[in-house]
C-alpha cells in the first residue's frame, strides 16, 4: 500500500519500509515473542479486577507490563482517561516492538496487517468530528500501532471538521474513498473501509505459495469468517433477510462460510446451516432461536478465533502464525482491560461487564 510519501516531511512513517527486504528472522523472532505472551495476563486476574475500583485497577496495572505507561501519562490524566490514554500507548510499543525485532518477509506480512488500525484511526475520527467530540476524546480513542504516527493522528484530530481531516489524508489511498463521505453516509465508508483493508491484505499475500503465506493466509481468511458471521448474526436478528441488503456488507475471502448462502435465509434456516459448519461448536450452546445477547455470541466467535490461533501456533511452532497468536491476544488483552474500565466508569453491574470479557 501507498504510504503518505509526501505528506509525512518531517513526521516519518513507521520503520518497517527498511525491513521488507532481507531474510525473516522466525527464530528470533518466535523466541522474543513467546516471552512477550507468557507476560500477559493470566485469565485468572479478571476476576480479582472485577472486584476492584477503577483506582485500584489502575494500581494494579501500574504494577504490571502497563507500568511505563501509566506512569508517563500520570501526570497529564487520571482515572479512566489515564487507563484508556496508557492502554493504547503499550498496544502500540508493543507492535512497534513486534516490527524492530523482525526482517524480511515476516517483518512485510506483520506490517500489512497492523495497517488495520489506520482504518480503526480513520474511522475514530470521522466519527469523532460529525459528532463533535472533543480533542481530547477523540486521543482517547487512537492508536497509533499503524503506519500513523502519534504526532500526525494528533494533528488530525485537533482539525475543526471532518473535511479537513480528509483533505490531510490526500496522499494516501483512503482518499478517493473518503471524498464519498458526505456526513450521512457514516456507516457505508466504515463497512468500505474494511472491506478496502482485507482486499489490500489479500493483495499482499497473493497466491500463497510459501509456507508462511499460506499459514498467514488462513488465519485471515479465518478472521473474515468470524466477522462476517458476526455481521449475519446482527443483521438476521434486526429481520434484514435481503441479498441486496446483505452483501454489501460482507467482507470476500473467508474460509468457510459463503454469505452469498447465508443471506437470504430466515433466522431458523441460517442457524441450521451454520450447524454443519466448524463454527457450531463455539456459539452452538447461545446461538440458539431464543438468543438474548449477540454480544455473548460476538465473545463466543472472538474466543474461537483465539483459540484457533494458538492451536495453529502449535502445529507450525516457528512461523508467522505464533507472532500473530501473539498479535490478537494482547489485543484482546487491552479490549478485555478496556471494557472492564468503561464498565466501571459507567457504573455497569460486573455480571454486564464479565458476559463482555473474552477470557481464555
Excluded: C
Excluded at 229 to 245: C, I, M, N, P, Q
Amino acid at each position: 500500500m501507498r504510504l503518505l510519501e509526501r505528506l509525512w516531511g518531517k513526521k516519518p512513517s513507521r520503520k518497517s519500509d527498511k525491513k521488507k527486504k532481507g531474510t525473516s528472522n522466525y527464530a528470533y523472532a518466535v523466541t522474543r515473542v513467546r516471552a512477550m505472551k507468557s507476560k500477559l495476563l493470566p485469565k485468572e486476574t479478571y476476576p480479582r479486577l472485577l472486584n476492584m475500583g477503577i483506582d485500584e485497577i489502575t494500581r494494579f496495572i501500574q504494577e504490571s507490563e502497563y507500568k511505563n505507561d501509566v506512569d508517563e501519562l500520570a501526570m497529564k490524566y487520571s482515572g479512566g482517561d489515564l487507563a484508556e490514554h496508557a492502554l493504547n500507548r503499550n498496544l502500540a510499543l508493543t507492535y512497534d516492538k513486534l516490527l524492530r525485532i523482525t526482517s524480511g518477509e515476516l517483518n512485510y506480512l506483520i506490517t500489512a496487517y497492523l495497517m488495520r488500525y489506520d482504518i480503526w484511526n480513520v474511522k475514530t475520527l470521522l466519527r469523532g468530528k460529525l459528532y463533535n467530540a472533543s480533542v481530547e476524546d477523540i486521543l482517547e480513542s487512537l492508536i497509533s500501532a499503524g503506519e500513523f504516527t502519534y504526532t500526525f493522528l494528533s494533528e488530525l484530530a485537533a482539525k475543526p471538521t471532518y473535511q479537513e481531516v480528509i483533505d490531510a489524508l490526500k496522499e494516501t489511498d483512503y482518499y478517493p474513498l473518503l471524498q464519498e463521505f458526505d456526513g450521512n453516509n457514516l456507516a457505508y465508508i466504515e463497512n468500505e473501509l474494511d472491506k478496502m483493508y482485507y482486499s489490500s491484505l489479500f493483495a499482499v499475500i497473493g497466491k500463497p505459495r510459501s509456507k508462511d503465506r499460506k499459514l498467514y493466509a488462513r488465519f485471515i481468511k479465518l478472521e473474515v469468517d468470524v466477522k462476517n458471521l458476526g455481521t449475519l448474526f446482527r443483521l438476521k436478528k434486526a429481520g434484514v433477510e435481503k441479498s441486496d441488503e446483505i452483501m454489501p456488507l460482507m467482507i470476500e475471502g473467508g474460509l468457510e462460510l459463503k454469505p452469498e448462502k447465508l443471506a437470504t435465509l430466515p433466522y431458523e434456516q441460517f442457524i441450521d446451516e451454520l450447524r454443519k459448519t466448524d463454527y457450531w461448536d463455539a456459539i452452538s450452546s447461545v446461538a440458539g432461536l431464543e438468543t438474548a445477547s449477540l454480544t455473548t455470541v460476538e465473545s463466543r466467535l472472538t474466543r474461537f478465533y483465539l483459540e484457533s490461533a494458538t492451536t495453529y501456533s502449535h502445529v507450525s511452532p516457528i512461523s508467522i502464525v505464533p507472532i500473530m497468536d501473539y498479535i490478537i491476544h494482547k489485543n484482546n488483552e487491552v479490549n478485555n482491560l478496556r471494557i472492564i474500565f468503561r464498565g466501571k466508569e459507567a457504573g455497569l453491574d460486573d455480571t454486564l461487564i464479565k458476559d463482555q470479557l473474552v477470557v481464555i
